[in-house]
């Protein structure tokens, strides 16, 4: 039985029945996955965003779990309770945007291991539910041929909102930090020393419109500092970037999809989102109004619209 990992349940507000586990990746990164087996009609991973963590997800899992869902998260290498990669835990930082894949494998390798994932076909069958760059690590997954299900797409991180100029700067900048050995410090544009619930007041922010879940938020990293991450590194960046344009130029997988985008998304580039969505064999874009980056984590009327899209989505491609 793998090694079990902590799993903050005081922060979580998610189902009783939680527990988490350490697992290697093939490099030997360790990396955490929570997971509550709460239900029988098959497992959603989700793959989270840069700087989020397994706790986050608690109130998704309670959700999934009112239908008969169990769920899993995964803390990706950098950041939540996996192994932190630069000598400042703060840096969001990866070596290769590629490494993630190691660890997704690895969650798969262990979700099996306890009894958790079936694979695709399989009883339980296996939903993807990947958020902002976990969007990225989904989609790469399936590409090269990660079996699931389904998959549904929250806010994917198929393209990054920046300026021309800042985007210019960024890579001329990035390619200088590479060669003086500095692409483990933060990129210009954060705060070096909070994480965004910390360093953005509600009003000024660009995850959510529900006030209530933002200051949730600050206090799960507020009573749970260990689990903050700051801004990306120069790496991190330059890495982000170049996926997104490997992604932009592959066809995407045959793989039931569904892609929900909020109208007042402000962080990932939408434009990639809807002409990756247009090429999808099986693929559905919903775009909701009044929505910000955080569509599962918006106020109670559109979160309710989102889970009962992505609960349909599933049922509907159940395998038989």
């Known amino acids: 039985m793998p090694e079990r990992a902590p799993l903050h349940g005081d922060i979580a507000d998610g189902p009783e029945r939680g527990s988490a586990y350490w697992t290697l990746a093939a490099d030997g990164v360790r990396i955490r996955v929570g997971v509550w087996d709460t239900g029988g009609r098959g497992l959603v991973l989700i793959l989270p965003g840069r700087t989020e963590y397994v706790e986050k997800y608690g109130p998704a899992a309670a959700r999934f779990a009112e239908d008969g869902y169990s769920t899993a998260v995964i803390d990706w290498r950098g950041q939540g309770l996996a192994d932190r990669l630069t ?41 993807l539910v990947a958020h902002s760059m976990g969007g990225a690590i989904g989609l790469a997954g399936l590409i090269r041929g990660v079996d699931v299900a389904s998959v549904v797409f929250s806010a994917p991180m198929w393209g990054i909102l920046l300026s021309p100029a800042l985007r210019l700067t960024e890579r001329i900048l990035g390619t200088a930090a590479r060669t003086l050995g500095r692409d483990e410090g933060f990129a210009p544009g954060r705060d070096k020393d909070k994480a965004y619930p910390e360093a ?9 419109g529900h006030e209530p879940t933002y200051l949730w938020m600050r206090k ?38 569904l892609t929900i985008l909020g109208m007042d998304e402000a962080i990932v580039d939408p434009d990639p989102v809807r002409a990756i969505m247009k090429r999808w064999p099986e693929g559905e874009l919903l775009e909701f109004s009044g929505c910000g980056h955080e569509p599962m984590m918006e106020s109670p009327a559109i979160r309710g619209r989102v889970f009962e899209e992505m609960l349909d989505h599933f049922g509907r491609h159940r395998p038989h």
């Open 87 to 127: 000598g400042n835990p703060l840096v969001g930082h990866v070596r290769m945007f590629g490494d993630y894949q190691k660890d997704l494998t690895a969650a798969f390798g262990l979700l099996k291991e306890v009894g958790a994932a079936g694979g695709g076909t399989a009883d339980p069958p296996v939903h």
């Open 220 to 257: 799960q990293l507020d009573a749970h500092p260990e689990l903050k991450v700051a801004g990306p590194s120069w790496r991190w960046v330059a890495e982000a970037l170049g996926e997104c344009r490997y992604l932009a130029g592959i066809p995407p997988p045959n793989v039931p999809c």
């Open 200 to 208: 953005v007041q509600f009003p000024e922010n660009l995850l959510t």
